[in-house]
């Protein structure tokens, strides 16, 4: 195809999004949805998308080390992956410290990891699917994140790893936390799939622990539709993770390449004959978590635009608190000390003495077409898929069973304008006002 009818196609795909574009559709109190979380993209990103298509480019490729390139930079750490999730990055991330080249650090069956109750279950499954030990802790209310003093009480000699996620966008204490992992020789595992851009003590989350683990779904800071990423300045951590997440095998080549290392016929590995293909050599028992160029293609367009969405979070939040100040029954947001979080949601967690429930405040909103969501799964441990698992609790539970009861959010993301920030905050206020 030649270039001029490439830019014919990209130019009416263009003109496409713009006649469809609802954004640009005036906002009506009451009868415009206003999404807790979602994408927002604009006529690049469907031309980026488009022109991938055109290109016929269906599988992993130069896109997608273009892209792990200019995001690995970007949170600032020497090696990014892409995967098809950012729960696939949480498995590849725990799974690649389980291989033998780790020797007495690597982590073995029955061995503890030290995560939080209150989370979302792909922080937690991937210990539970490698065999580990989940220890679970509480977190405080309004950082809704747990504390370096609750992590060390739980650490027993069976403990070889942390793995905790930057709730809603707001960092956990990552730095005393990091400090703490090196002290007790301990991996750490930052789930950043919230706080992509958030800082701690000047310092971009992502960055703190032996890997780091975004999502691009959808409802998180960059869309890829589905995709992931695990991020980490080790190299040697780096190259267990590709092998990992490409099928196991020990080559380094990209699909296409050949012989890169010179010495694609001269390896001599396992019982193996000398000079067996090293594109065939397999060298950890692994996965297939690649994405795909179009995702992203998609992925690159939405990264040129991250400070302005970034930017978007951090207003929403701020007026959406300001607004909610002083309201009676409710128990609001704090950031954690020292950081800077890039929001991804704004919680409201309902004080003991409320009138009223989170149903009745719930269905309000929802009648107001004012989407809300509960803080993910509250106490996990609750739930019936980790009936029979086996885990451990350390301390009490008390603010994870309070999130379970009392606890929900809003949305920030870039897609709610300030007019939709002063309704939510104004319905609420309305609500909290009537007699309950």
């Known amino acids: 195809m030649a270039d001029a009818d490439v830019q014919s196609i990209l130019e009416l795909t263009r003109k496409l999004h713009r006649d469809r574009d609802p954004s640009e559709r005036e906002f009506q109190p009451g009868v415009t949805p206003i999404l807790p979380s979602g994408a927002v993209l604009d006529e690049d990103d469907r031309a980026a998308l488009v022109e991938q298509a055109l290109e016929m480019r269906i599988a992993s490729g130069s896109t997608a080390l273009l892209f792990e390139r200019r995001f690995a930079k970007t949170i600032g750490v020497r090696k990014a992956h892409l995967t098809n999730s950012g729960s696939s990055a949480n498995l590849l991330a725990l799974a690649s410290l ?11 069956p029955g061995d503890e990891v030290i995560t939080v109750a209150a989370s979302f279950p792909t922080t937690v499954n991937p210990i539970l699917q490698c065999g580990l030990v989940p220890v679970f802790i509480d977190v405080d209310l309004h950082t809704y994140n747990t504390t370096v003093e609750r992590i060390e009480q739980a650490i027993t000699p069976r403990t070889k790893a942390v793995m905790l996620a930057h709730t809603m966008g707001n960092p956990f204490p990552v730095a005393e936390v990091a400090q ?15 706080a992509v851009s958030s ?3 000047g310092r971009t989350t992502g960055t703190f622990g032996d890997y780091s683990t975004v999502s691009f779904y959808p409802a998180h800071h960059l869309a890829m539709g589905e995709g992931g990423c695990v991020l980490s300045n080790t190299l040697e951590l780096a190259r267990i993770t590709e092998s990992m997440r490409d099928w196991g095998r020990d080559c380094w080549c990209e699909p296409g390449e050949d012989n890169k290392c010179l010495k694609r016929f001269s390896y001599q590995m ?3 004959p000398l000079g067996y293909d090293h594109k065939y050599i397999f060298s950890h028992v692994g996965y297939n978590l690649k994405t795909t160029d179009m995702q992203a293609a998609l ?3 939405q990264l040129a635009k991250l400070p302005d969405f970034v930017a978007a979070r951090k207003r929403n939040w701020a007026r959406m608190r300001e607004g909610l100040d002083g309201v009676p029954g409710l128990l609001l947001p704090e950031a954690t000390p020292g950081s800077d979080p890039s929001w991804f949601g704004f919680v409201i967690t309902l ?5 009223f429930g989170r149903p009745e405040l719930v269905d309000f909103l929802n009648s107001r077409r004012i989407g809300t969501r509960l803080l993910f799964a509250g106490n996990l441990t609750r739930h019936p898929a980790y009936r029979h698992e086996n885990y451990r609790v350390s301390g009490d539970l008390t603010n994870s069973d309070i999130i379970t009861e009392r606890t929900f959010w809003i949305g920030v993301y870039p897609g709610i304008s300030t007019e939709m ?3 939510m905050t104004a319905s609420i206020r309305e609500f909290v006002a009537q007699p309950h």
Do not use: M
Request: charged content about 40%.
């Open 299 to 301: 992925g690159l367009s």
């Open 180 to 194: 703490l992992c090196e002290d007790r020789d301990l991996f750490l595992v930052e789930d950043n799939c919230d």
């Open 199 to 201: 800082t701690y003590q």
């Open 351 to 355: 004080a003991e003495d409320a009138p």
């Open 421 to 423: 920030i002063d309704y």
């Open 270 to 272: 396992g019982d193996l």
């Open 98 to 108: 389980t291989v033998p080249e780790l020797e007495d650090r690597r982590l073995r």
